[in-house]
């Protein structure tokens, strides 16, 4: 018997759009969950972001397989009683609107608890639920800059730089998600759900790590040190004769092994080089004479070698190299999902691996509302009411084609 996945039996009334939250819920759908994606009759707005092929979203796609669609006007009375008959019986509800947008539409905490004390509620948002700036919208770029995330990314002297990926969106989805399997457990331990929330901002304070530690420690603001690491000496990336090698010796074993491979064992006792403090401080001095060796040899000669010495380090690629690489191949980190009436369309692969329950597509993104009369059907709708929804504008769903 095929063992089930994680959270096999678990219903998830999906409120989200865009990023955070969709990265949150495309985990639990990916561990199992049916998961059910509330859109407007719009739909999300990321169905058209990014390049279209064929009139469609490869960045919607990616963000939204194994999940179901369901079109409904939340604004309705009606809607609002669809929506409230699905979480009567669900599991886990997730949004991530500004705090309080759910109370305006009357399903505050309290409200939500006399449908369903077991429920899990989660939010994805900007700054949290309490504090000044509650009601202030955030974006990535915007939090990234209110978690001080940026000022440390980027070189010295120049001006705080922008993680290209949208960390801080991926960050919050992924702590929601944790959080909401987590409360789960406890449902089961205690009898009751709870709330779950995780913001955006926060998730980027907590990568501060060594650095918020340092601060911590000293009162020093970290300087933005580019390739360099913050707090190690030699470590980053170097010049090799046609490129640059990404090096990581994170502790005076794995040092010494670099040193002694290319040619400089002598730096580690020299007195003027001996500790990671001494070394650290004249960086700029050390990471000259590392490039003087390296450059004298390709980057595939030295990759070779330091790999074989037990030296971390490698190729700095760009994302075509990325997927051609054969580890990131045999890791399956891209793939390929088929998508009626749109041809295949490739994504990223799932980060989890599970030796007995993988992670599987059992199905694409939806299109728009495909589902909801499956869904509702589901929750008690006979056929009748569901064509009676559609006729008042409450419940969209796809046209038969002409």
């Not at 599970?354 to 694409?364: D, G, L």
């Amino acid at each position: 018997m095929t063992a089930k996945q994680p959270l096999h039996g678990i219903t998830i009334v999906d409120l989200t759009r865009v990023l955070s939250g969709p990265f949150c819920t495309l985990m639990l759908a990916d561990l199992g969950a049916d998961v059910i994606k509330i859109e407007t009759h719009k739909g999300d707005s990321t169905r058209v972001q990014g390049t279209l092929k064929n009139g469609f979203s490869w960045y919607y796609a990616a963000f939204n397989r194994n999940k179901r669609s369901v079109a409904l006007d939340l604004y309705s009375p009606e809607g609002r009683e669809v929506l409230t008959r699905m979480l009567s019986t669900a599991d886990v509800m997730v949004e991530n609107f500004r705090p309080g947008v759910l109370d305006k539409m009357g399903f505050g905490a309290e409200r939500l608890r006399e449908i369903n004390p077991r429920l899990v509620t989660a939010s994805v948002n900007g700054y949290g639920s309490t504090g000044p700036y509650v009601d202030r919208p955030s974006f990535d770029f915007i939090a990234q800059a209110m978690s001080g995330l940026m000022s440390v990314n980027g070189r010295e002297g120049e001006e705080p730089l922008r993680s290209a990926t949208p960390i801080t969106d991926i960050l919050a989805g992924l702590y929601c998600a944790l959080g909401i399997v987590a409360a789960l457990r406890a449902r089961d331990l205690n009898g009751v759900g709870q709330h779950v929330e995780a913001a955006m901002v926060n998730g980027a304070i907590s990568t501060l790590a060594y650095l918020a530690a340092e601060y911590f420690v000293t009162g020093e603001i970290p300087k933005r040190t580019g390739n360099d690491h913050p707090i190690m000496s030699p470590y980053g990336l170097f010049t090799a004769a046609d490129g640059s090698v990404a090096v990581a010796p994170s502790n005076d074993t794995i040092l010494r092994r670099f040193l002694r491979i290319i040619d400089l064992e002598w730096v580690i006792d020299d007195p003027r080089y001996d500790t990671n403090q001494k070394r650290y401080h004249v960086r700029h001095e050390i990471d000259a004479l590392v490039n003087e060796k390296l450059v004298a040899e390709k980057v595939d000669h030295w990759i070779d070698r330091l790999n074989k010495g037990g030296v971390p380090c490698g190729r700095a690629l760009d994302i075509a190299e990325v997927f051609a690489d054969p580890q990131v191949i045999a890791q399956e980190m891209a793939i390929d999902v088929p998508h009626p009436g749109r041809g295949n369309v490739r994504m990223l692969g799932f980060p989890m691996k599970f030796s007995q329950t993988p992670c599987v597509v059992r199905a694409p993104a939806p299109e728009l509302g495909m589902d909801g009369p499956a869904v509702l059907a589901a929750n008690g709708y006979s056929e009748d009411e569901i064509r009676a929804l559609e006729a008042l504008g409450v419940l969209k769903t796809p046209q038969p084609a002409a």
